[in-house]
């Protein structure tokens, strides 16, 4: 595909999901240091990295995470590129990081210790506003834009923020059942700019994992 800036003024920005975590105890992990890929999700990374072979990709941003930057890496080693580290993409802050999350067991074993977390799900109450996620989402989104003008910028997150980036985008209310997230492991949600405004929205499953849910996302 031509490295040519399209005189029309249309740039594309990807937002790829990392991939698998290795996390036996099934904790969420949320912002917390140590969680790496597992060997299943260096193979996604990978698919998501061929998935997107052939783009006009010039740009590559990462969350800071482990689990993001490795899963930048093959992106990276496909188009050339240096990864541009930046903490708006990173996970959104949660009350229950290093907890296991269950009735009967984990954080709800002791629902009245954490109760004052779970008030507001709207909100939600237990972290990071859903409003100051995707308005920090879609700042970086159109930093990356502006810094691939005419061209294609990838950018490596996390579930929430980027489900929060496409809700805000597609005009739906920000607070949503978790369970219908369309944003799998490795997956590619794409963001077409004219003229600085998103004019278009597409998801891909790369890995082809259909709605994966992972602790910590």
């Not at 698998?20 to 999700?41: A, K, M, T």
């Not at 009245?112 to 008030?119: D, S, T």
């Not at 159109?142 to 597609?170: F, M, N, T, W, Y």
Request: hydrophobic share 40%; charged share 25%; with cysteine.
């Amino acid at each position: 595909m031509s490295k040519t800036a399209d005189p029309a003024g249309t740039t594309v920005v990807h937002l790829v999901r990392h991939g698998q975590v290795d996390n036996p105890r099934r904790v969420l992990y949320g912002r917390l240091p140590g969680f790496h890929l597992s060997d299943d999700g260096r193979v996604m990374a990978k698919a998501a990295a061929d998935f997107l072979a052939g783009r006009d990709i010039t740009a590559l941003w990462s969350s800071p995470l482990e689990r993001a930057m490795e899963s930048a890496e093959p992106i990276a080693a496909e188009f050339g590129l240096d990864v541009a580290v930046d903490e708006r993409l990173i996970e959104a802050s949660n009350h229950f990081e290093g907890m296991t999350f269950g009735v009967g067991d984990g954080a709800l074993r002791r629902p009245g210790r954490h109760w004052v977390q779970l008030r507001n799900p709207f909100r939600p109450s237990w972290g990071e506003p859903y409003i100051e996620v995707a308005a920090r989402m879609l700042a970086v989104m159109s930093d990356a834009a502006k810094g691939a003008a005419g061209h294609e910028a990838v950018c490596v997150s996390h579930q929430l923020p980027i489900v929060c980036a496409r809700r805000s985008a597609e005009g739906r209310r920000l607070w949503h059942d978790p369970r219908r997230r369309q944003c799998a492991l490795s997956s590619v949600t794409t963001f077409t700019y004219s003229d600085g405004r998103i004019t278009a929205v597409s998801y891909a499953e790369p890995a082809g994992l259909g709605r994966q849910q992972a602790a910590g996302a």
